[in-house]
Protein backbone atom coordinates (compact mmCIF):
# COMPACT_ATOMS: atom_id res chain seq x y z
CA UNK A 1 0.00 0.00 0.00
CA UNK A 2 0.95 3.49 -0.49
CA UNK A 3 -0.53 6.91 0.61
CA UNK A 4 -0.55 10.12 -1.39
CA UNK A 5 -0.38 13.43 -0.55
CA UNK A 6 -0.93 16.42 -2.50
CA UNK A 7 -0.33 19.84 -1.87
CA UNK A 8 0.45 23.19 -3.83
CA UNK A 9 -2.80 24.18 -5.36
CA UNK A 10 -4.45 27.50 -4.30
CA UNK A 11 -5.69 30.37 -6.12
CA UNK A 12 -3.39 32.42 -8.86
CA UNK A 13 -3.94 34.75 -11.63
CA UNK A 14 -4.24 33.63 -15.21
CA UNK A 15 -0.79 33.77 -16.64
CA UNK A 16 0.60 33.02 -13.61
CA UNK A 17 2.29 29.68 -11.87
CA UNK A 18 1.97 26.99 -9.45
CA UNK A 19 3.88 23.70 -8.49
CA UNK A 20 1.76 20.65 -7.03
CA UNK A 21 3.91 18.06 -5.08
CA UNK A 22 2.63 14.72 -4.15
CA UNK A 23 4.66 13.16 -1.19
CA UNK A 24 4.64 9.06 -1.28
CA UNK A 25 4.68 7.04 1.81
CA UNK A 26 4.24 3.81 2.79
CA UNK A 27 5.43 0.72 0.43
CA UNK A 28 7.86 3.50 -1.17
CA UNK A 29 10.54 0.78 -1.54
CA UNK A 30 9.19 -0.08 -4.57
CA UNK A 31 8.77 1.83 -7.52
CA UNK A 32 5.94 3.82 -9.40
CA UNK A 33 4.36 5.39 -12.33
CA UNK A 34 2.88 8.44 -11.25
CA UNK A 35 -0.01 10.70 -12.81
CA UNK A 36 -2.12 13.21 -12.30
CA UNK A 37 -5.52 14.31 -13.18
CA UNK A 38 -7.55 16.99 -12.72
CA UNK A 39 -11.49 17.31 -12.32
CA UNK A 40 -13.21 20.55 -12.73
CA UNK A 41 -17.13 21.10 -11.63
CA UNK A 42 -19.41 19.45 -13.29
CA UNK A 43 -16.92 17.30 -15.97
CA UNK A 44 -15.66 14.00 -15.70
CA UNK A 45 -11.77 13.59 -14.01
CA UNK A 46 -9.25 13.64 -17.16
CA UNK A 47 -5.85 12.74 -17.26
CA UNK A 48 -3.03 15.65 -17.23
CA UNK A 49 0.24 13.98 -17.24
CA UNK A 50 2.63 10.96 -16.21
CA UNK A 51 5.85 9.73 -15.51
CA UNK A 52 7.49 6.56 -15.56
CA UNK A 53 9.02 4.73 -12.19
CA UNK A 54 12.45 5.66 -13.88
CA UNK A 55 11.44 9.20 -14.59
CA UNK A 56 12.50 8.64 -17.95
CA UNK A 57 8.95 9.17 -20.01
CA UNK A 58 6.45 11.28 -19.84
CA UNK A 59 3.35 11.53 -21.50
CA UNK A 60 1.01 14.86 -21.34
CA UNK A 61 -2.38 15.74 -22.15
CA UNK A 62 -2.48 18.27 -25.51
CA UNK A 63 -3.91 20.54 -23.36
CA UNK A 64 -1.21 21.45 -21.01
CA UNK A 65 1.45 20.56 -23.30
CA UNK A 66 4.70 23.27 -23.48
CA UNK A 67 2.92 24.61 -19.78
CA UNK A 68 2.82 22.04 -17.61
CA UNK A 69 5.98 20.14 -16.79
CA UNK A 70 6.27 16.65 -14.43
CA UNK A 71 8.93 15.60 -12.44
CA UNK A 72 9.95 12.86 -9.88
CA UNK A 73 12.28 12.31 -6.54
CA UNK A 74 12.61 9.15 -6.06
CA UNK A 75 14.82 9.51 -3.16
CA UNK A 76 11.81 12.23 -1.48
CA UNK A 77 9.27 9.74 -3.04
CA UNK A 78 7.71 12.81 -4.16
CA UNK A 79 6.53 14.10 -7.78
CA UNK A 80 6.15 17.42 -8.64
CA UNK A 81 4.02 18.91 -11.43
CA UNK A 82 4.77 22.67 -12.32
CA UNK A 83 2.18 24.47 -13.92
CA UNK A 84 2.97 27.85 -15.82
CA UNK A 85 1.24 29.84 -18.24
CA UNK A 86 -2.37 28.84 -16.44
CA UNK A 87 -5.66 29.78 -17.78
CA UNK A 88 -8.93 29.81 -16.51
CA UNK A 89 -9.70 26.29 -17.63
CA UNK A 90 -7.15 24.91 -15.82
CA UNK A 91 -9.25 25.43 -12.56
CA UNK A 92 -10.06 21.59 -11.11
CA UNK A 93 -9.38 19.48 -8.41
CA UNK A 94 -6.15 17.53 -9.18
CA UNK A 95 -5.45 14.30 -8.07
CA UNK A 96 -2.08 12.35 -8.12
CA UNK A 97 -2.17 8.73 -8.93
CA UNK A 98 0.40 5.43 -8.70
CA UNK A 99 0.90 2.20 -9.46
CA UNK A 100 3.57 -0.14 -9.83
CA UNK A 101 2.79 -2.15 -12.67
CA UNK A 102 1.67 -1.87 -16.34
CA UNK A 103 -1.52 -0.13 -17.00
CA UNK A 104 -3.52 2.24 -19.13
CA UNK A 105 -3.82 5.73 -19.48
CA UNK A 106 -6.16 6.19 -16.02
CA UNK A 107 -5.57 2.66 -14.62
CA UNK A 108 -3.55 3.34 -11.37
CA UNK A 109 -4.17 1.63 -8.07
CA UNK A 110 -3.47 4.67 -5.21
CA UNK A 111 -5.26 8.18 -5.18
CA UNK A 112 -4.14 11.30 -2.86
CA UNK A 113 -7.00 13.53 -1.50
CA UNK A 114 -6.79 15.92 -4.37
CA UNK A 115 -5.79 19.80 -3.93
CA UNK A 116 -7.59 22.42 -5.32
CA UNK A 117 -6.33 24.53 -7.77
CA UNK A 118 -8.28 27.86 -8.86
CA UNK A 119 -7.60 30.60 -12.04
CA UNK A 120 -9.17 33.65 -11.71
CA UNK A 121 -9.19 35.73 -14.87
Known amino acids: QVQLVESGGGLVQAGGSLRLACAASGRTDRSYAMGWFRQAPGKEREFVVSISRTGVNTYYADSVKGRFTISKDNAKNTVYLQMNSLKPEDTAVYYC??????????????WGQGTQVTVSS
Open 97 to 110: AARNRVGGLSDYDY
